[in-house]
């Protein structure tokens, strides 16, 4: 893949962050993002599972920034973000997948109904949706993956911001 061509592919996924279409990313995206995932399977705030996940939301933030604000203004515009990703991940596409871990690790708590340390596709999309994903996409997607670990869903989105479409 060319650096144009994984530029654009890094733009297209700024969206996914930008969860009030406010043309940034911010704290707040990561703190909706919680909020949307806690509503969904209906756990609170207070809880240690939403506690966990607003920690793991904040971690997320945190690494973004790091990578990515150049300007220091706690927001990431859309040149920030292709800028940072591309310029820190090209070579070491896994360490974005590092710094969402706790967020992710935490997500899967919520949805990892029976404690099994694997979720189920239902939950998958249900996650999927709570987070902005079209429905029919977030559906495929459920599909595709099947029931998920941990380790793969780290994979599999480090490969979201890395691999060709």
């Given at each position: 893949m060319d650096s144009a061509e994984y530029e654009r592919k890094i733009a297209a996924r700024f969206a996914t962050f930008d969860q009030d279409g406010n043309g940034y990313?911010?704290?707040?995206?990561?703190?909706?993002?919680?909020?949307a995932l806690l509503a969904e399977f209906g756990v609170t705030a207070r809880s240690e599972k939403g506690q966990a996940l607003y920690s793991g939301a904040e971690a997320f933030w945190q690494g973004m920034a790091g990578i990515a604000d150049r300007?220091?203004?706690q927001r990431i515009t859309r040149d920030e973000f292709v800028g940072g990703a591309v310029k820190r991940l090209r070579d070491n596409p896994a360490r974005f997948a590092?710094?969402?871990?706790?967020?992710l690790h935490a997500a899967l708590?919520?949805?990892?109904?029976?404690g099994s340390g694997s979720v189920s596709a239902p939950?998958?999309?249900?996650?999927?949706?709570?987070l902005g994903v079209?429905?029919?996409v977030a559906s495929l997607t459920a599909q595709a993956l099947g029931p998920v670990t941990e380790d793969q869903v780290l994979s599999a989105f480090a490969s979201y911001f890395t691999v060709p479409e």
């Open positions: 990313i911010s704290r707040e995206d990561f703190s909706t993002a919680a909020a300007d220091g203004d590092e710094i969402a871990r706790p967020f708590s919520l949805a990892d109904g029976d939950q998958v999309e249900r996650a999927l949706r709570a079209e429905a029919e």
